[in-house]
């Protein structure tokens, strides 16, 4: 009989050997040339020296990132006639798992280093100024679509709640389980939006009901859905994907 152990294919040992070695790749497929040449003499046998020698870049190539974002540059738009029709659906589950959320009791949570920690309603978040964008999703599966989206600026809601924008990042809880971050100099571009509708109607619930951020500088996995609570902080929030090697900063 054979010494070697065996697993089943859903056997939780194997699950945190696939996750370990799936992290391993997005990260050294995030490194930059100068990040490569300190994995020589590396291999996946070196254990957690190159796991954190792996985040360590993935850290550096944020801040590079961050550096080169320009908080005047727009990313393009378009016109009603380009609007990628249906815009598809995208999650980290299936469509039919999509949360069932009740605009009436709804409300967003608020905290962090702000002023007013007041729980907003759909209807007070539409009393706010709005704006409508057409601007492309870029997935990092590959594909892309163009959606018009309308909503608060976001700088604008932060205004409103007194947060401190010399705070380095927002956090976002959301109803379907998902969790983001992004830094506070995308938070404030005059693109990045609350949205609360999709076209000319409110966001279905596959495009996020009740309440989408929307970021046309950054990937697609950065504009969470069906968001519950955010959070203004200066500790490090992390991200569904990001946890799992995804680059964090993630856009232009």
């Not at 007194?162 to 959301?174: E, H, I, K, M, N």
């Not at 009740?210 to 996995?221: C, E, Q, S």
């Not at 992390?238 to 993630?250: A, C, P, V």
Request: with cysteine; net charge neutral; proline share 6%.
């Amino acid at each position: 009989m054979s010494g070697d152990i065996k697993l089943s294919d859903h056997s939780p040992a194997l699950r945190r050997v696939e996750r370990r070695l799936h992290r391993r790749g997005l990260l050294r497929g995030g490194l930059s040339l100068g990040g490569l040449t300190l994995l020589t003499g590396c291999n996946l046998s070196d254990g957690d020296t190159v796991d954190r020698l792996l985040w360590a870049m993935s850290r550096f190539n944020d801040k590079v990132q961050s550096w080169l974002f320009d908080p005047d540059q727009l990313a393009p738009t378009f016109a009603e006639k380009d609007i990628t029709t249906p815009f598809p659906f995208n999650a980290f589950y299936s469509e039919d798992s999509t949360p069932e959320i009740d605009g009436d009791t709804w409300k967003l949570e608020v905290s962090g280093l702000v002023d007013d920690r007041t729980p907003w309603t759909l209807s007070r978040l539409r009393s706010l100024p709005q704006e409508s964008q057409i601007t492309r999703h870029i997935c990092i599966e590959g594909w892309s679509a163009i959606g018009q989206w309308s909503g608060v600026p976001f700088r604008t809601f932060l205004q409103r709640i007194g947060a401190d924008t010399r705070a380095r990042y927002v956090g976002f809880r959301c109803a379907d389980r998902y969790y983001s971050s992004i830094d506070m100099a995308t938070a404030l571009h005059p693109q990045t939006i609350l949205a609360l509708d999709y076209g000319k109607d409110p966001l279905p619930a596959e495009y996020g009901f009740p309440l989408k951020l929307r970021v046309p500088t950054k990937l697609g996995f950065k504009n969470p859905k069906h968001i519950a609570a955010l959070f203004v902080t200066n500790d490090y929030p992390g991200g569904w994907w990001e946890d799992q090697g995804y680059n964090w900063f993630s856009g232009s």
